[in-house]
């Protein structure tokens, strides 16, 4: 199955089930998956670096909370950019080839911060030194497109669920060290944060070039980004996407400055906390994919935003009465309801473009690999709005702590948003006539309705 000497794997066709089962395709797809989710764990962690790092940044740093929310904002910003360019990486040199070069371009923003994260430091050169840790968010995009071609549309849901889930723990890790290093050496120490980080990444490297393969039958097609652009599913579900994940990334990124600035909570008291949330939201993703698999991506997604609309609702509350025992267990449950988002919206992609394969008269492999086509190109552009997502909340946040010293304004935007995308969903993978016309493999009146179980 494989050559070798380069690790390319020649012939690859995983909706056929006795290749899968007997001729090894699923033992395969399991040892890349394995060293995929280690690589975007540690990739997670460095791009979600900033949100512990501000809590090492007392006075003597002289930068306000107005400051650090923007500094937390912006890696997630070069972020969300740069999965684009990532996602088709994948094609253009291999998943294995990729993931080795983009783990060992984790050790550029490490490097760099320990050399200038101390007090006295310009927050220009912050915000420069914060800006590189976005390749970490790249690092998501070119793992989940790799993933998708591996895995069959059957079993799509709880192998992305999986590689993200496991990536997305990499936020709560970072904070765990971060809570460890300040609880034992102290806020004055950050750089003991990143001589953990420095050594993993390198061992993340080595280990995908040792154990990953390559898929030639993953081919550059262009022509695959501007179809998947013009699609408008592509752009519907970066719509929601920004919903789960946007909230799950942004809440990471600014649990521990809300904390500090809504309750007063110090750094170490902060860091006690901040982990909790990503850590379960992150836990629950795979699970996610997995309910998606089984009742269908569209109605779980719908569930989770009204979910999602209702914590939020307590939040607000909680926020207003300044109670922290109330804002707590509501900001933890949009933490997991998020991660359960992120897991069925993620299934419905690869669904929706292999239905409208479908659709068209395409059956078997040809619907198969016109579906893992446009799901791979459109993954890039999809995660990298629902990135952007990330940027939105920590600027809301900003400014409703700029201008109303309290994150309830931002919370009460969210609110409506989560309304939004429950219609959204509703209106174009529910709604009983874009069920029927999709179900029949006729063109629905809206010309966008795709049938529901994706």
């Known amino acids: 199955m494989s050559r070798w000497a380069g690790r390319w794997i020649e012939r690859w066709d995983p909706e056929d089930e006795r290749f899968w089962r007997e001729g090894g395709g699923s033992r395969v797809a399991l040892r890349n998956l394995v060293f995929s989710v280690l690589s975007e764990h540690i990739g997670f962690s460095i791009w979600s670096l900033w949100s512990v790092m501000v809590l090492f940044m007392g006075p003597e740093y002289h930068v306000d909370p107005a400051g650090k929310f923007f ?19 994948v094609a253009k040199f291999g998943g294995r080839n990729w993931t080795i070069v ?34 970490g968010g790249g690092n998501f995009a070119s793992s989940m497109t790799n ?23 990499g936020v709560a890790a970072v904070q765990l060290v971060g809570l460890l290093v300040i609880a034992t050496a ?33 081919r550059n097609d262009t022509g695959a980004a501007v179809d998947a652009a013009k699609d ?22 600014a649990f521990g400055l809300v904390l500090q600035n809504q309750f007063g909570r ?77 897991g069925s919206t993620y299934k419905m992609i690869p669904g929706i473009f292999q239905r409208k394969a479908e659709a068209r008269g395409l059956t078997g492999e040809a619907a198969a690999a016109q579906g893992r086509r446009l799901s791979g190109a459109s993954m890039g552009l999809i995660g990298a709005v629902g990135a952007l997502g990330g940027v939105g909340i920590n600027l809301a946040f900003r400014e409703s702590f700029l201008n109303a010293r309290s994150g309830t304004p931002a919370f009460v935007c969210f609110l ?34 795709v049938y529901a179980e994706v």
């Open 71 to 89: 500094l937390v904002a912006t890696p997630t910003l070069v972020g969300g950019v740069l999965r684009v360019p990532y996602t088709f990486a």
């Open 102 to 135: 983009s783990a060992l371009m984790l050790l550029i923003p490490t490097v760099t911060a320990a050399f200038v994260m101390e007090p006295g430091v310009s927050y220009g050169t912050l915000m420069v030194v914060a800006a590189l840790t976005g390749v």
């Open 147 to 169: 993933i998708n071609s591996f895995y069959p549309l059957r079993e799509k849901g709880w192998a992305l669920g999986l590689n993200a889930g496991g990536g997305n723990l």
């Open 186 to 218: 102290g806020a004055a120490h950050p750089r003991v944060v990143l001589a953990v980080y420095i050594p993993l990444t390198v061992v993340a490297a080595a280990l995908a070039a040792l154990f990953m393969d390559n898929l030639t039958t993953v």
């Open 232 to 253: 408008p599913h592509t752009w519907i579900m970066s719509v929601l996407y920004i919903g789960t994940f946007g909230s799950f990334i942004g809440y990471s990124f």
């Open 266 to 342: 110090t750094p170490l008291h902060a860091a006690y906390l901040t982990f909790i949330g990503p850590l379960l939201g992150s836990l629950i993703r795979p699970a996610g994919g997995r309910l998606a698999d089984r009742f269908g991506g569209g109605r779980v997604t719908l569930w989770t935003f009204l979910a999602m609309a209702a914590a939020t609702g307590v939040v607000v509350v909680a926020s207003e009465r300044k109670s922290l025992g109330l804002f707590l267990p509501g900001f933890i449950v949009l933490f997991v309801l998020s991660g359960l988002g992120n």
């Open 416 to 449: 409506a948003y989560y309304g939004i995308c429950f219609v959204v969903t509703w209106a174009v993978y529910l709604r009983r006539p874009a069920r029927t016309a999709a179900g029949t493999g006729q063109s629905a009146p809206t010309g966008t309705a």
